[in-house]
């Protein structure tokens, strides 16, 4: 069974265009994040979420939104693509948010706008 | 602020030879540390992690990393390279205030040649 898993693995969009990407974790954490990898591998966090409350929010533009249904759940939704949006984006888990716990790494959502 | 220093962004090394990549971190407090290893289009996984327990750390894999606090360092090591261990390996910190939110550095490609 797949602990964090992440839809689609692939996409390519045109500039403008909006598009989302789910992610599912089956672990019963109860915090999830999201990531940004760019083309020089820099991981940055985006947001994260512990039991559908948004707890970290860092400096990402309001074209990206993060939606958790439930605690299981965590999809992030781009308005109005642009080209510096491609990037690796991965969603992660930890059991309930502690600076010490082990975070689970989705296998990632590669996104290309042209 | 929190940063993580990882020096040199490729290290190649012959197989069976000694593994060294190098972390450094600024914290004002004690900090949670971790490694983890991105093998080529999967996500992270953890190979260890320091939580103020043992200053020698052993992780997955053979690898082993040591905390320093005098020389705020946490350099992971493996006594012998296996042609499995080419990777991309990430050093991270705990941010002291966001607890849950981790600062990578900016990776080091591990290139092990036969």
């Known amino acids: 069974d797949t602990a964090v898993s992440q839809t689609p693995k692939y996409l390519v969009t045109q500039m403008g265009n909006d598009k989302s990407i789910k992610c599912e974790q089956n672990?019963?954490?109860?915090?999830m994040y999201w990531y940004k990898q760019d083309s020089k591998k820099f991981l940055k966090i985006m947001f994260s979420?512990?039991?559908?409350?948004?707890?970290i929010n860092e400096t990402v533009p309001n074209r990206f939104s993060p939606k958790s249904p439930d605690k299981a759940h965590l999809n992030l939704h781009i308005n109005s693509l642009e080209l510096g949006d491609s990037a690796v984006y991965f969603c992660?888990?930890?059991?309930?948010?502690?600076?010490?716990?082990?975070?689970?790494f989705g296998p990632g959502t590669r996104l290309t706008v042209t | 602020a929190q940063s993580v220093t990882q020096l040199g962004s490729h290290v190649s090394v012959s197989e069976g030879a000694l593994v060294l990549l190098r972390c450094n971190y600024s914290?004002?407090?004690?900090?949670?540390l971790f490694w983890y290893v991105q093998y080529p289009n999967q996500g992270l996984q953890l190979l260890l992690k320091?939580?103020?327990?043992?200053?020698l750390v052993k992780g997955i894999n053979g690898f082993e990393a040591e905390f320093k606090k005098s020389e705020t360092s946490f350099h992971l090591t493996k006594p012998s390279a296996h042609m499995s261990d080419a990777a991309e390996y990430f050093c991270?910190?705990?941010?002291?205030?966001?607890?849950?939110?981790?600062?990578f550095g900016t990776g080091t490609r591990l290139q092990v040649f036969p």
């Open positions: 992660a888990s930890s059991q309930d948010g502690a600076g010490w716990e082990e975070q689970y």
């Open positions: 672990l019963g954490h109860d915090t």
């Open positions: 979420y512990n039991n559908k409350e948004l707890i």
């Open positions: 914290s004002s407090v004690p900090p949670y």
């Open positions: 320091y939580t103020s327990a043992a200053t």
């Open positions: 991270a910190v705990s941010d002291p205030i966001n607890t849950d939110k981790l600062i």
